[in-house]
């Protein structure tokens, strides 16, 4: 059974930063795609960044540059490091995974079966 824990998130000012891990189980991430996504109040599902199986790694326009996306195939972890955080990166962060999802759609949460409970990220200014 796939399970994603994600854990991390938290209360920064403006230009901090924050590493968020997702614990998965029950498969190895290696062999699946995944993802991060948000969503503020009010506002739709955002795909933030996202690495497929190859190790290929793609990233929304509003964060390249100052987000990573990683992962520790010994821990089964997949991890969002961000930095230079800014007001408008405050959201309800989740994780997500799949087993195959071509790069075009690596953003798209609609091709994600298995998602964490997430994890909420607060940036004030």
């Known amino acids: 059974q796939v399970q994603l824990v994600e854990s991390g998130g938290g209360s920064v000012q403006t230009g901090g930063s924050l590493r968020l891990s997702c614990a998965a189980s029950g498969y190895t991430i290696s062999s699946y795609s995944m993802g991060w996504f948000r969503q503020a109040p009010g506002k739709q599902r955002e795909g933030v960044a996202a690495?497929?199986?190859?190790?290929?790694?793609i990233f929304a326009d509003s964060v390249k540059g100052r987000f990573t996306i990683s992962r520790d195939n010994a821990k089964n972890t997949l991890y969002l490091q961000m930095n230079s955080l800014k007001p408008e990166d405050t959201a309800m962060y989740y994780c997500?995974?799949?087993?195959?999802?071509?790069?075009?759609?690596?953003?798209?949460?609609?091709?994600?079966?298995?998602w964490g409970q997430g994890t909420q990220v607060t940036v004030s200014s």
């Open positions: 690495i497929n199986s190859g190790g290929s790694t």
């Open positions: 997500a995974a799949e087993p195959f999802i071509s790069r075009a759609y690596l953003l798209t949460g609609t091709r994600y079966t298995y």
